[in-house]
T-cell receptor
Framework: DAGVIQSPRHEVTEMGQEVTLRCKPI?????LFWYRQTMMRGLELLIY????????DSGMPEDRFSAKMPNASFSTLKIQPSEPRDSAVYFC????????????FGPGTRLTVL | AQSVTQPDIHITVSEGASLELRCNYS??????LFWYVQSPGQGLQLLLK??????LVQGIKGFEAEFKRSQSSFNLRKPSVHWSDAAEYFC?????????????FGSGTRLQVQP
């Protein structure tokens, strides 16, 4: 298995631009998580899907952030408009929804907003 | 609310020395506990996990952790550290219920290994 796939690996954009991060979970996994890692706040959950349905989006910072999971094999995290404080590493993780919830992490997307 | 505390931000040990990284958690139900390792510029790799049963769990790369319910702790240990163990280590807690599956992470402990 290829593991969790994220794209792009690096993104540099200017303030005000739209940014879309992509994630392909491990095949067969039906829970998907988006986390953000910053020096100030560490690793924090943004949103979590179960069977393509958002279960907990309490970590989404504000309306500029949105996430979708149109099918079991693809999810996007969009920031519009982006701001310099959004600069961070964004991780996607997936797991099985049943039983133990061991999460497998992707390599992350390093976002820099100038 | 659930939380994880890793009191040591940075630890330096000599290669070959033993290691213990501390983790304390707060969780309102039966916790599922994890240790992840992150090398610079990399994603998170699971070292080990505790769900139930034997409170001493073995993981990859020679690591082990012990769950102590009375102390709300889940400390990570390794008897002899290798230079390749230099990385950042995260303790995390999660649950089995649908609403609790997301992990809450500690702030991490950065391990430096001296030759």
């Amino acid at each position: 298995d290829a593991g969790v796939i994220q794209s792009p690996r690096h993104e540099v954009t200017e303030m005000g631009q739209e940014v879309t991060l992509r994630c392909k979970p491990i095949s067969g996994h039906n829970s998907l998580f988006w986390y953000r890692q910053t020096m100030m706040r560490g690793l924090e959950l943004l949103i979590y899907f179960n069977n393509n349905v958002p279960i907990d989006d309490s970590g989404m910072p504000e309306d500029r952030f949105s996430a979708k999971m149109p099918n079991a094999s693809f999810s996007t995290l969009k920031i519009q408009p982006s701001e310099p404080r959004d600069s961070a590493v964004y991780f996607c993780a997936s797991s099985l929804a049943q039983g133990y919830n061991e999460q497998f992490f992707g390599p992350g997307t390093r976002l820099t907003v100038l | 609310a659930q939380s994880v505390t890793q009191p040591d931000i940075h630890i330096t040990v000599s290669e070959g020395a033993s290691l213990e990284l501390r983790c304390n958690y707060s969780y309102g139900a039966t916790p599922y506990l994890f240790w992840y390792v992150q090398s610079p510029g990399q994603g998170l790799q699971l070292l080990l996990k505790y769900f139930s049963g034997d409170t001493l769990v073995q993981g990859i790369k020679g690591f082990e952790a012990e769950f102590k319910r009375s102390q709300s702790s889940f400390n990570l240990r390794k008897p002899s550290v290798h230079w390749s163990d230099a990385a950042e280590y995260f303790c995390a807690v999660g649950g089995m219920d649908t609403g609790r599956r997301a992990l809450t992470f500690g702030s991490g402990t950065r391990l430096q290994v001296q030759p």
